[in-house]
């Protein structure tokens, strides 16, 4: 049977929740049989990050869905390009560093992306492909999975996924803020899963 590894953040910054942990959590409320799903939430920590990832993905999963959020943006971003390249949001440019220093450049997913963003937008989620993860721990999951795949000689493809921030999240706030509820954001997540599960 298909097995994959579906991965969510802790929360960070301003926020008590992730949005990707929210819909994780929503999502397990009424898992498909098919496929087989393993959860993990990864700390906001380029290192703690990576060690979780490697040993997770020691278990060769065939595929690998990673989600996170993404404040302002408000649709589904289906991210295809993971760069060798790191930094916080709030350091210099000269301060970034590589995230593996003898490998590639850029690793783009090999999933139909494309043809994923268009059967969300057919069942209503708002959702597109996006070239840029950023530099953060989005970027770099995204580019260690792939890399560490290599690596390993494993066969598991990889994704990112963007979400929006959660309704809940910015119920106490006053400035306005693109949102998606979390049920809607599992159920494009659902949607995905049912995809590979053929």
Not at 22 to 51: C, G, K, S, W
Not at 61 to 66: K, Q, V
Not at 67 to 88: C, D, F, S, T
Request: glycine fraction near 6%; aromatic fraction near 8%; hydrophobic fraction near 40%.
């Amino acid at each position: 049977m298909t097995s994959v590894l579906l991965t969510a953040f802790d929360a960070y910054g301003p926020w008590d929740e992730n949005s990707s942990w929210l819909t994780l959590i929503e999502l397990t409320r009424n898992l498909p049989d098919r496929p087989t799903v393993t959860t993990r939430r990864y700390p906001v920590d380029f290192q703690a990050m990576r060690e979780c990832l490697a040993r997770d993905l020691d278990a060769n999963y065939d595929f690998a869905i990673h989600m996170g959020q993404a404040p302002g943006r408000g649709r589904i971003e289906l991210e295809a390009i993971g760069l060798n390249v790191a930094g916080k949001p709030d350091q210099h440019p000269d301060e970034f560093f590589k995230l593996a220093e003898e490998g590639a450049v850029a690793y783009r997913s090999d999933l139909p992306l494309a043809e994923w963003s268009a059967k969300l937008r057919k069942a209503g989620i708002p959702c597109q492909v996006s070239y840029i993860a950023g530099t953060y721990l989005c970027n770099a999951t995204l580019y260690l999975s792939h890399f560490l795949a290599e690596q390993k000689s494993l066969t598991t493809r990889s994704v990112f996924i963007h979400l929006p921030l959660d309704v809940s999240q910015v119920l106490a706030s006053r400035k306005d803020s693109a949102t998606m509820t979390a049920a809607t954001m599992a159920a494009a997540i659902r949607l995905l899963l049912d995809e590979l599960a053929g």
